[in-house]
Structure formats: structure tokens, C-alpha cells
T-cell receptor, first 115, second 112 residues
Framework: EAGVTQSPTHLIKTRGQQATLRCSPI?????VYWYQQALGLGLQFLLW???????NRGNFPPRFSGRQFPNYSSELNVNALELEDSALYLC??????????????FGAGTRLSVL | RKEVEQDPGPFNVPEGATVAFNCTYS??????FFWYRQDCRKEPKLLMS???SGNEDGRFTAQLNRASQYISLLIRDSKLSDSATYLC?????????????FGSGTRLQVQP
């Protein structure tokens, strides 16, 4: 069974541009989470989508946004890129509110470099 | 104070050694706890969920101490392949957040 898949693997952008990252959850999972892991730092929660709705967001500016599609895949958009947005962006999926324990499984990530 | 704290290490241990990591959390209402393993520049991989009664999976044992608000991970008979960063994660289900709050990780280096 396929795990969480993310694309692209690497993304190089320049300051001020927009980046779009994509994630497909494990089959049967309805929740998708986005995390940012900057070099040398821990994972920081960005966004949570469940059943097509944004359920919660972390302490990030509004230029970080996304959506979840009817097939539960998700997109993360980062507008007006800044140098400090360079990081590994990880997507995770789970059974969401239907799961007693929120066990999250991660994709391999998209490494975003902002020049 | 950080919500989830871990000793960053590194822990340098010889093969065959037993090593233990602790992770403290600040929200006494936290419900679910996990240990993940992360290899360099890779995604975190779920190692174990931590249950209130504690649980064991082969060489790995996880414990939860609610009174002192910490979870622990014990690795017995360390292998070279255990070298990685170990992340603890806490899920605050009661707040409805459903996000995992991660510690910054403890680096383990197992040496021959």
C-alpha cells in the first residue's frame, strides 16, 4: 500500500515568488497536516485539513495557505517567498477525527530553497 | 518554557549498550504520545505510540509518567542502525488541535 507521497522532491525559487507543494495521503486517511522543518530546527505545525476544511493552523503568517481536495490530497501554497522559508516541508496524514489516536504518517517531504 | 522538551544530545554509545531518552511535556491534559525516528534529511518515521501502561516492541520500550509529565524511550542492545534523531511528539486532542507538537529531537550515535 502506498504511503504519503509528496511532490516535488526539491523546489528552487527566488525571493518574492510563489511555491506550490503537493501531498497525497495514505488511502483511507482524511486528515492532512503540513509541517515545516527548517535546518537545525524542530518540526513546526503549519496547517491541518480534514474532510476538505482547514481545521487549524500554526503560528505562521497568512501567506502560508493551502487547501484539501475532494480526494483528500492537499496543496500548500507559500506566497511572497522569503529567504527564511527555505526548509523541508513535510506532509503527514491520519484518520483524523475518526481515529481514536492521531497517529500521523509522514511523506518524504519537499525541500524548498529560496534564493 | 517549551511545550515539549528533549535533551538534544548527542548520545554517543557503543554497540550493545542500553540508552534511555526522556521527553517532558507541559500540557497536563495531553492525551497521546509518540516516538518518531528521523534519519538525516529524511522524514520522521513512527517508532512507537506510548500508552499509559507502557509498551514494548523488541528492543524498544516506551513509558509514560503522567504525574511527572514525561515519556521515555529505552533502547536495549543498541545497533549501529539505531543511529538517528529520536523525536517525541504529543497530540493535544482535548484542545481539538490534532496537530502533533514535536520536541527538537535527541541525536543518538551508536559506535562500533
Amino acid at each position: 500500500e502506498a504511503g504519503v507521497t509528496q511532490s516535488p522532491t526539491h523546489l528552487i525559487k527566488t525571493r518574492g515568488q510563489q511555491a506550490t507543494l503537493r501531498c497525497s495521503p495514505i488511502s483511507g486517511h482524511t486528515s492532512v497536516y503540513w509541517y515545516q522543518q527548517a535546518l537545525g530546527l524542530g518540526l513546526q505545525f503549519l496547517l491541518w485539513y480534514d474532510e476538505g476544511e482547514e481545521r487549524n493552523r500554526g503560528n505562521f503568517p497568512p501567506r502560508f495557505s493551502g487547501r484539501q481536495f475532494p480526494n483528500y490530497s492537499s496543496e500548500l501554497n507559500v506566497n511572497a517567498l522569503e529567504l527564511e522559508d527555505s526548509a523541508l516541508y513535510l506532509c503527514a496524514s491520519s484518520f483524523g477525527n475518526r481515529g481514536l489516536k492521531n497517529i500521523q504518517y509522514f511523506g518524504a517531504g519537499t525541500r524548498l530553497s529560496v534564493l | 518554557r517549551k511545550e515539549v522538551e528533549q535533551d538534544p544530545g548527542p548520545f554517543n554509545v557503543p554497540e550493545g549498550a542500553t540508552v534511555a531518552f526522556n521527553c517532558t511535556y507541559s500540557n497536563s491534559a495531553s492525551q497521546s504520545f509518540f516516538w518518531y525516528r528521523q534519519d538525516c534529511r529524511k522524514e520522521p518515521k513512527l517508532l512507537m505510540s506510548v500508552y499509559s501502561s507502557g509498551n514494548e516492541d523488541g528492543r524498544f520500550t516506551a513509558q509514560l509518567n503522567r504525574a511527572s509529565q514525561y515519556i521515555s524511550l529505552l533502547i536495549r542492545d543498541s545497533k549501529l542502525s539505531d543511529s538517528a534523531t529520536y523525536l517525541c511528539a504529543v497530540d493535544d486532542m482535548d484542545t481539538g488541535r490534532r496537530a502533533l507538537t514535536f520536541g527538537s529531537g535527541t541525536r543518538l550515535q551508536v559506535q562500533p
